[in-house]
Antibody, heavy 121, light 107 residues
């Protein structure tokens, strides 16, 4: 059974940093694209960043470019998102999502339960 | 940048057919996925590659994509289908894009 378990969310002040983690199990982690998707309170889904499985390529939304860094440790089956210079508009539930195949244009066939990040003073 | 446009809300009577549209420039040239999200839950993939259903998704969910519009169709809509629905596609300039979401009400 595929499982994705996010952690690391919490309350952080504007300008602060946070690192999210997503522990994966139930599939060959290194063979699939993994992404972070966020959802601000009462709003829609917004893709944040993606990381290919085997090719090592990373992709970012304009809103994340230069402030967020996605990484993965295939030996630990874990995906990360380092978020710096956080702003109030980064407040959201952050979901970890598994790609259906190992290409950035993949649909997302499994999602974690999400971790809430709140940026506020 | 590439954008996907959905109607904010759609209403349907139980047992009837619901259609939710998703519009974007030359969308028919791209693969579209659809996600269902119920309150307090994570999104669930219901359609991928325009018209394919993942295992476990009921046959009443179907999809199509042509021209500038993709459509999610729910036949024989049930109360349990009431949810927010999001379309998603990939564009070479914008990467992964989601539509704004459509709230489906079954009344």
């Amino acid at each position: 059974e595929v499982q994705l378990l996010e952690s690391g969310g919490g309350l952080v002040q504007p300008g602060g940093s946070l690192r999210l983690s997503c522990a994966a199990s139930g599939f060959n982690f290194s063979s699939y694209v993994m992404s972070w998707v966020r959802q601000a309170p009462g709003k829609g889904l917004e893709w944040v960043s993606g990381f290919s499985g085997s090719g090592g390529r990373t992709y970012y939304a304009d809103s994340a470019e230069g402030r967020f860094t996605i990484s993965r440790d295939n030996s630990k089956n874990t995906l990360y998102l380092r978020m710096n210079s956080l702003r109030a508009e980064d407040t959201a539930v952050y979901y970890c999502a598994k790609g259906y195949y190992d290409n950035i244009d993949t649909p997302f066939d499994y999602w974690g339960q999400g971790t809430l990040v709140t940026v506020s003073s | 940048s590439f954008e996907l446009t959905q109607p904010p809300s759609v209403s349907v009577s139980p047992g009837q057919t619901a259609s939710i549209t998703c519009s974007g420039d030359k969308l028919g040239n791209k693969y579209v996925s659809w996600f269902q999200q119920k309150p307090g839950q994570s999104p669930v993939l219901v359609i991928f590659q325009d018209s394919k259903r993942p295992s476990g998704i009921p046959e009443r969910f179907s999809g199509s994509n042509s021209g500038n519009t993709a459509t999610l169709t729910i036949s024989g809509t049930q109360a349990m289908d009431e949810a927010d629905y999001y379309c998603q596609a990939w564009d070479s300039s914008t990467a992964v894009v989601f539509g704004g979401g459509t709230k489906l009400t079954v009344l």
